[in-house]
């Protein structure tokens, strides 16, 4: 379990997002399996989120860097989590 420890992965949702929900729920999953940390960030909360990831949400950002977006794709994440 502690193969991700100090590994941060950032969702960047929006309110009443449907899809951002679901990446939030399989974000936790495998970020509890794997001991990584996990946060999510508003895309309409920051002008600069906004402009970058508006139309894309949701965003999986793994430390810091754009991972993915509009699904969680398990098994990419697990090897950039490794």
Known sequence: MSEAVGREVTVVTRVGCHACE???????????EVGARWSTVDVDSDGELRAEYGDRVPVILV???EHGYWRVEEDRLRVALA
Request: proline fraction near 0%; charged fraction near 30%; aromatic fraction near 0%.
């Open 22 to 32: 679901v990446a939030e729920v399989e974000v936790a999953r495998i970020c509890a």
């Open 63 to 65: 430390d810091g860097a």
